[in-house]
């Protein structure tokens, strides 16, 4: 039997686009690499137990070095709500992205871009610290700490 021209066409192009589908995907515009970021590390403190210095103290060196890392910590209230706070260092400041859950208070993710972090003691303690953030937009706030 004789094939029809409308099936080779058919058989064709079918056969034109398995070939396209089985060639190496692009891989687009190149720009320039993100580096990766150093992970810092977590903490999870609930009534002052679970505290992180290591990670603080790596996160605290990383700003002062301009090295891109991350840290974040969740802290529940006395209720027992959490807020989480997401730092990342990067070449220009500190971004914070802020994740409260917290009844009593303002709840919402918010985005800061901080140019200034310091280390600030906690109360109560000698060997604890925090951080204030300063000069920071985007998030509803120019300061704010993480406790």
């Not at 686009?17 to 995907?25: E, F, G, K, V, Y």
């Not at 990342?88 to 901080?114: I, N």
């Amino acid at each position: 039997m004789p094939r029809s021209p409308g099936r080779s066409l058919a058989a064709l192009a079918l056969s034109a686009l398995a070939a396209s589908c089985s060639s190496a995907p692009d891989k687009g515009p190149s720009g320039p690499a993100t580096p990766p970021l150093k992970q810092c590390g977590t903490e999870v403190v609930r009534r002052g137990d679970g505290y992180n210095g290591a990670a603080r103290e790596c996160i605290w060196q990383a700003y002062k070095n301009r090295e891109p890392s991350e840290f974040k910590t969740t802290r529940y209230t006395i209720e027992g709500d959490p807020v989480t706070y997401h730092l990342e260092v990067t070449a220009t400041g500190v971004v914070v992205v802020v994740d409260s859950k917290d009844r009593y208070a303002l709840q919402g993710v918010f985005r800061h871009s901080c140019r200034n972090l310091e280390r600030i003691m906690q109360e109560g303690t000698e060997d604890r610290f925090g951080f204030a953030l300063s000069a920071c937009s985007g998030g509803g706030a120019e300061r704010l700490a993480v406790p």
